[in-house]
C-alpha cells in the first residue's frame, strides 16, 4: 500500500479584498478599502447605489456599483432597506465579491487564514502528501504562493518539482499553480527524494 499523508486545508479571507486603483489625491496606485457604507441615489423611478471605497493612505473614495439605473419597481424592498441602512452583513458580503472586480482593480489583496486537518494518519515520512482545499469564500491569492507559505518551500522549488513531475494539481493541471485557489483543487505531491518530506509533512498538518 502506498503511504500518503493527506490533510486538508480550509482557506478563508481574513479581510475583504482591497481593489488596487489609481487614486485621483495621492496620484498613484494605491489600495482601496470598504469603508462599509453605501450610497443611495433614487432618481424618479430609478435607483443607482455603489459600496463606499476609501484609499488606505489618503480616504479618498471609490463609488463601487451595486445596483445600475435600476427601476425601483424591480428591486427587492428588503436589498433597498438594508442599502438605506448601511447593513454590515450586506456590506460585508459584496465587499467579499471579487466577482466584478476587474482591470485595474484586480489585484485585490490576498491575507488568508488557513485551518489545517490531517485527514490520514500516515507516518510524516510518508512518500506522497495529498493537500485538499476548501475554499469556501473567493480568495485572489496565488496557488503557488500558498504552498510556499504553508509548505515552507520558495516558489522557484514547487516550480521545478512541478517541472519533474513530482507536483500535480487536479483538477485542471498544472496551469492551476499559478492561478488564485479554488474550491477542491488537490495538491499532489511526491517526497520520496526529498530529504526534507518529513518536515513538509509536517508543515501541511500543521504538527511541527
Ligand atoms: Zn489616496
Redesign the pocket.
Known sequence: MVEVFSVLWTVIPQSAPQPTMN????G?A?PFRSSGKFRVNANGKQVDAWLIYK??????TWNRPVLERRSVDGIDPCLLEALHRNDPALADRLAGDIGDLRGGAAAASAAVAVRKEVLCEAPLSAPWLSVRLAVPQPVTLRLDRLLAGELGLSRKRLQALQESGRLDTAPNGPRMLRRPLRDGTCVTLELARECDGATICAAAGDLA
Request: charged share 40%.
Open positions: 487614486c485621483r489625491r495621492c498613484a494605491r484609499c488606505t493612505t489618503c480616504d479618498d
